[in-house]
T-cell receptor
Framework: GQQVMQIPQYQHVQEGEDFTTYCNSS?????IQWYKQRPGGHPVFLIQ?????EVKKQKRLTFQFGEAKKNSSLHITATQTTDVGTYFC????????????FGQGTTLQVKP | EAQVTQNPRYLITVTGKKLTVTCSQN?????MSWYRQDPGLGLRQIYY???????DKGDVPEGYKVSRKEKRNFPLILESPSPNQTSLYFC????????????????FGEGSRLTVL
């Protein structure tokens, strides 16, 4: 079936270092969303990307959607301890479907 | 306050004893969905509903039932729970509408941690 693969599964960084997580889909996506889940919490929506090659920024976070709409990345510049958590991508195959396929998530640990 | 409310938050039960996890949202969202979260597997969709009386299977529907008799509620039913259904369950709702490119962002409940012995 359709899959969205996310790497790496875990990442430990020193505070101030950069961090990137990648998602790859086996099929073309209509759009992709990103969520953050703090330890013990529930996922919280960060952003949605719709257009081929789209790049969006939220302060230190940069989100990209690939030209072929099959891959996406989240890059955090100069990580802080508040960035700790698990980051998930979620792809929608078409605008007509309610199915949202989540990646496995990348858990980020930040050492102060 | 806009929210998705799940109950119970924690439950320990035994194999075969039917249980229902309730989910209610107060945002008038048409779309609701259930996910289970297991270590290393991310969030897997169990069932979703695009509107009242309309439900569809997600990726892992086996062993689960749902109903959508009214817009705000979307209960998850485990008719005969088994140990492999031990998991963290999330209900979510969204303003998603079919055929549009609106954000369709998911609003998640706090989660229900279920243990089946």
């Amino acid at each position: 079936g359709q899959q969205v693969m996310q790497i790496p599964q875990y990442q430990h960084v020193q505070e101030g270092e950069d961090f990137t997580t990648y998602c790859n889909s086996s099929t073309t996506l209509s759009n992709i969303q990103w969520y953050k889940q703090r330890p013990g919490g529930h996922p919280v929506f960060l952003i949605q990307l719709v257009k081929s090659g789209e790049v969006k920024k939220q302060k230190r976070l940069t989100f990209q959607f690939g030209e072929a709409k099959k891959n996406s990345s989240l890059h955090i510049t100069a990580t802080q301890t508040t960035d700790v958590g698990t980051y998930f991508c979620a792809g929608r195959l078409s605008s007509n479907t309610g199915k949202l396929i989540f990646g496995q998530g990348t858990t980020l640990q930040v050492k102060p | 306050e806009a929210q998705v409310t799940q109950n119970p938050r924690y439950l320990i039960t035994v194999t075969g004893k039917k249980l229902t996890v309730t989910c209610s949202q107060n945002m008038n969202h048409e779309y609701m969905s259930w996910y289970r979260q297991d270590p290393g597997l991310g969030l897997r969709q169990i069932y979703y509903s695009m509107n009242v009386e309309v439900t569809d299977k997600g990726d892992v529907p086996e062993g689960y039932k749902v109903s959508r008799k009214e817009k705000r509620n979307f209960p998850l039913i485990l008719e005969s729970p088994s140990p492999n259904q031990t998991s963290l369950y999330f209900c979510a709702s969204s303003p998603f509408s079919r055929g549009t490119l609106n954000t369709g962002e998911l609003f998640f409940g706090e989660g229900s941690r279920l243990t089946v012995l």
